[in-house]
């Protein structure tokens, strides 16, 4: 129990740790991509310590909501970070926090911002909010469809038993999973503002979504609010790992395969934001209307994959 | 479940020739279409090989060579050509909308999977189950004729119905017997020179592709 507990507070700080290097790592290879010169792997880092060293403007019509709401959504995103194995699949507190806990916290983090963001009063601030709620209350039935796929494979909602079941017993190739993984990439990439849906690092405001939600924040907020979305990346990518790439992460009680774990981790992460900067590079970002189309098509597919699960699996 | 490792490779495929099937479905520009259309037929030529090589039905690797030198080589090279003399690479706007098109689809999937379930209990073959998704690919590739008005994507559903149709083949009776696939396919062929033909002459009496300029006939 209490070795448990060790290695959930070591993931969690991992997470926290490593989810800016994520972010410089995308950006890096986005820059390659595109054939311009790249900025510093650590640069996430650097921005980070420079916003935090800044003074905290605040708009006079700010209430405290604006001021908590950056903390709020940093604590969901680094609990959120720590309920999903990354390392080992010893986390005590899992029967609590599984996945469907995983998508509360995350909508829990987006009411708040969304909240903070109509806080002010300003144009843009309400516009993200309201782009930010078209793609959340679709995308968010659609996530948990294809961790019911995970589900009905692993006969558990909890994320250190599906990984048991998919990487540590006999391998078999799972057809639903392969729908639930196209439904699961179309997902991440709106719910974490990357291209074919919003752009990060446009500066256009008419056409952001995310951007345009903290536009009104400076200072330690906007520190905590940027660190919180390179989180809510490491999450995405480290889901996408425990459910289709499990291979690697420590069984239970397996204290000599950690250091392996870490490495094939990085190994992964390293790959995944390659192939993200890759398909952002290939790809355009689409009008903001084909969103729900394009999100309903994840929704379906996550269900295809559920329906093709019943018809070849069991 | 004890499935061997080729038959869940051949599940993964049936499932890739599903995902390529929706997506079609959901497709708005040609050219797209017909890079669909071309990995259909590698994941059906995929497929059937591995049927063949794990259950020594050595015709089948026929029919598999055959899905490779027409449904992946000919007839898309011979789309590509269509397409840029007939220069209509543009987005085509299906007649229902896109996510209406596709909620159809999945009510069609379920009909298919339930369909298929007793019959399949009847079929004596390793890859019965996947005669559920054959019948969806079938459906959902008519689905697709049916919601465009221009006749090339037409054309391309038909072609991805009789994919489905041969993955049926394949995975409830090991495919049919090897003169009978070469007669199909032939038919296929002519069928798509004949319809090629045509694309010029619709397009020379109506200059547009839409078939809807058909629905009124009269005398000129």
Redesign the interface.
Known sequence: MTAGILLQLAQTLLALLLAPLLVGWVNQCRAWMLGRSAPPLLQPYHTLRKLLHKDVVLAHDATSLFRFAPHIVFACMALAAGIVPTLANDLPFSPAADVIALVGLLALARVFLALAAMDVGTAFGSLGARREMLIAFLAEPALLMVFFTASLISQSTELPHIVERLAHQEF??Y??M??AA?AFWMLSTAENARIPVDNPTTHLELTMIHEAMILEYSGRHLALIEWAVALKLFTYSALGIALFLPWGIAPRGDWAALPLALLVLVAKLMLGGAALALLETLSAKMRLFRA??FL??AF??A??GM??H????V | ?S?T?HL??V??L???L??IA?AML?QRRIVALITLLAWQGVALAASTAIVAWSTGQHHLYGSAALTVLLKVIVIPWYFFRLVRRLEMDREVEPMIN??TT??I??AL??FA?NLA?PIAQMAGTVTR??L??ALASVLLAFLMMITRSKAMPQVIGFLAMENGLFFAATSATYGMPMVVELGVALDVLVALFVLGIFFFHIRETFDSLDLKHMEKLKER
């Open positions: 078999a190739l057809p639903s392969a729908f196209v729900p189309e309903g098509t379906l597919l269900v295809l329906l093709v019943f018809l070849l699996e | 479940m499935l490792y869940q490779v599940n993964l049936a499932a890739l599903l995902l929706f959901s896109v996510p596709m909620l689809g999945i999937v379920i999977f379930l189950s996947t559920g998704i």
